[in-house]
């Protein structure tokens, strides 16, 4: 297939369009912009995004992630090219509570950063004609990974006393390796077509198993002690690393055969040594 990326020298473009030319596909680089260049083109993965709302006007997050999403879907359907949008698993929420989310969970955002992929979601379903798959995935690490779970790493990597002891919530990760095969795995299946997934690495891990898995593969030990988590709630940054995010891709592995590639360990090594080449 001929398959037009947007974003495709962002964290996910980097691992996935290597990935596709390796599986046999032809690979255009697309300008966020650039939708003449569809002209041709089999499928086309949007990537490209503001990953973050933190200090952005919610007018761009709309222009960039919505309004530039919904053009390049209305131009994809005209030309009768397939689309993947990546959006994400807090179209859900923040939190999963005791029940995972699957796909058939309501859209409940929380923050205006999932409020534009949802409603990007919400506009690319009702464009005619259009063949769409969404994913919505979890955290995503790896090699080339930023924001908080690198932070957590130089946390770790120095050595330093995290108060994550008494935390016993239940997160699920994707490793970008194991994203890139699914989106790969999608885009090779018509069954994907009109589907949304969320997709992990598997089992989720709470935050003292992350920083200790984190710890292990750094040869280092995770220096971990007790700390009220209501407490580490006050803290607005920390409350990702305090509550549950957990995801159920039971339809992903049922529709499509899809298992990660990766394992945990071997995700985690890959990601570590990554690290520590850069310096870190």
């Known amino acids: 297939m001929k398959i037009a990326v947007t974003g495709a020298t962002g964290f996910i473009g980097t691992a996935l369009c290597p990935l596709l030319e390796q599986r046999g596909h032809r690979v255009i680089v697309l300008e966020r912009n650039g939708t003449n260049d569809l002209q ?20 761009k997050l709309r222009a960039v992630n919505v309004d530039a ?86 946390a770790v990597a120095r050595g330093w006393p995290l108060p994550f002891a008494s935390i016993a919530n239940r ?7 194991n994203l890139t095969h699914a989106l790969a795995s999608a885009l090779e299946s018509h069954r994907s077509q009109g589907k949304s997934y969320v997709v992990s690495d598997g089992a989720p891990v709470s935050t003292p198993q992350l920083c200790r898995a984190i710890a292990e593969a750094l040869d280092r030990r995770a220096r971990l002690f007790a700390f009220p988590p209501a407490l580490l709630e006050l803290v607005p940054p920390l409350r990702s690393l305090t509550r ?21 360990e071997s995700a985690m090594r890959r990601t570590t040594e990554w690290y520590r080449a850069r310096g870190g």
């Open 244 to 264: 549950s995010l957990e995801v159920n891709d039971a339809l992903l592995h049922s529709e499509l055969g899809w298992s990660p590639p990766h394992s945990p």
């Open 69 to 154: 999403s919904v053009a390049l879907g209305r131009t994809a359907a005209a030309q009768g090219a397939r689309m993947l949008f990546m959006s994400t698993v807090k179209v859900h929420g923040e939190e999963s509570g005791d029940t995972p989310f699957c796909e058939s969970a309501p859209l409940a955002p929380q923050d205006a950063y999932a409020r534009a992929k949802a409603q990007a979601e919400t506009e690319l379903r009702s464009i005619p004609g259009l063949k769409l798959t969404v994913f919505r995935p979890p955290l995503v690490y790896g090699p080339g990974v930023k924001a908080n779970f690198l932070a957590l790493m130089h």
């Open 171 to 177: 997160r699920s990760l994707v490793y970008v390796g």
């Open 40 to 59: 041709g083109a089999d499928a086309v993965v949007h990537l490209a995004a503001i990953a973050h709302s933190r200090g952005v006007d919610e007018a």
